[in-house]
């Protein structure tokens, strides 16, 4: 039986078999284009949520975080969004920065970063602020700008009563609250030591 299709105005017709095997082709690339196109749409919304994310930074997961957290020996202690004890130096002085250079490599500032206006507070965190210190917006608490310690770990404190260019406390909320009732006695009993107290417990 032959195969070739009669001939209309323009010559010889393509046989059955290379028609079919044209119509397949062309199936075929179309159903290329339309996955081509599937993939495409795919990736869009990806690509605007990382330029959402490169727009709105603070939005991100590196935004600080302050909450209470327990650390073995101590307690009570506030950390940071990684588990890491936060600590303060009595050094520290309106206007006057005592951890510096070499210093701050072992004691991280808890600097905010760029697009974050304060810090978070976890539940049942109060006295939080921002200072602008040498290493950026500090984040402070009760006036004190914190600090980590570079050898700590979640849940473990090395460097309660260090000194090192100054002396470095953990930021214990149980401790700060023993201290103001004892200023406010010193206050209204009218204390010599009352004012310097109260100077204390904004800046140690």
Same mark, same amino acid.
């Given at each position: ?17 290379? *028609? ?5 082709? #062309? ?10 196109? *599937?993939? $495409? ?6 690509? =605007?949520? %990382?330029?959402? $994310?490169?727009?709105?930074?603070? $939005? ?8 209470? #957290?327990?650390? =073995? ?43 974050? /206006? *304060?810090?978070? $507070? #976890? ?5 939080? #602020? ?29 460097? %309660? ?23 406010? /006695? ?19």
């Amino acid at each position: 039986m032959d195969d070739t299709m009669p001939a209309g105005p323009g010559g010889t017709q393509p046989s059955r078999p290379q *028609a079919r095997r044209r119509a397949l082709l #062309g199936l075929t690339l179309f159903g290329a284009a339309l996955g081509v196109a *599937a993939l $495409a749409a795919t990736a869009l919304p990806v690509a =605007a949520s %990382q330029h959402s $994310a490169a727009k709105h930074p603070a $939005a991100a997961t590196n935004r600080v975080v302050v909450q209470l #957290g327990t650390v =073995a020996k101590y307690g009570h202690v506030l950390v940071d969004q990684k588990g890491l004890p936060l600590y303060y130096d009595t050094a520290v002085r309106p206007g006057h920065w005592a951890c510096k250079g070499a210093c701050l490599t072992y004691w991280p500032p808890l600097v905010l970063p760029r697009g974050q /206006k *304060a810090p978070v $507070a #976890g539940k049942g965190v109060t006295g939080l #602020g921002v200072v602008k210190s040498p290493s950026g917006q500090q984040v402070t608490w009760h006036g004190k700008p914190l600090y980590t310690f570079i050898r700590d770990s979640k849940g473990k404190a090395f460097g %309660q009563g260090l000194v090192q260019d100054g002396k470095w406390w953990l930021a214990q909320p149980v401790a700060a609250v023993a201290k103001k009732t004892t200023t406010t /006695k010193g206050a209204t009993s009218g204390s010599s030591g009352a004012t310097t107290t109260t100077k204390a417990s904004t800046w140690a």
